[in-house]
């Protein structure tokens, strides 16, 4: 029996439930410390209760240059090909990157047509509109999968 993919609004609540949680490279501790990447993962261990992997030591930089899509591959990995930006839902997890030309680096979840949730640097969680500097910045779309 194959279990039901999370709907979009359990998603976005357990993304919702980390808002506030103050900003730490590498962390992914509800309430006491998350980066972008630590808020999915712990989104992740919400909805399945487990994370598939656990990510080796990253950069906090977004302008690195040469290195691989690490973060592009995993989503691959474990949730499927990415979506068309056009049919992006309430719940998607959204990849961004700074520059064409570098890897992705930035992580969000889409909680409304305009709005994302994503850990900001120097500051928390937080839910911020999607405006047209960070959306020309999506670099891929994924849905969380029916099952870890």
Request: net charge neutral; aromatic share 8%.
């Amino acid at each position: 029996m194959t279990e039901a993919r999370p709907t979009g609004s359990a998603v976005i609540a357990a993304a919702r439930a980390w808002i506030g949680t103050p900003y730490r490279h590498q962390a992914s501790l509800k309430g006491v410390g998350s980066d972008c990447l630590g808020l999915v993962r712990g989104v992740w261990r919400d909805l399945y209760g487990v994370e598939p992997e656990l990510p080796p030591a990253y950069q906090p930089d977004w302008a690195e240059r040469g290195a691989s899509d690490a973060l592009m591959a995993a989503a691959i990995r474990h949730c499927g090909p990415a979506l068309p930006l056009a049919a992006m839902a309430g719940g998607d997890l959204l990849l961004f990157r700074w520059r064409p030309d570098m890897p992705a680096k930035h992580a969000g979840i889409l909680s409304a047509p305009d709005r994302f949730i994503h850990a900001y640097e120097q500051a928390a969680v937080i839910e911020s509109a999607l405006v047209p500097s960070w959306g020309r910045r999506i670099a891929g779309v994924f849905r969380f999968p029916d099952s870890p």
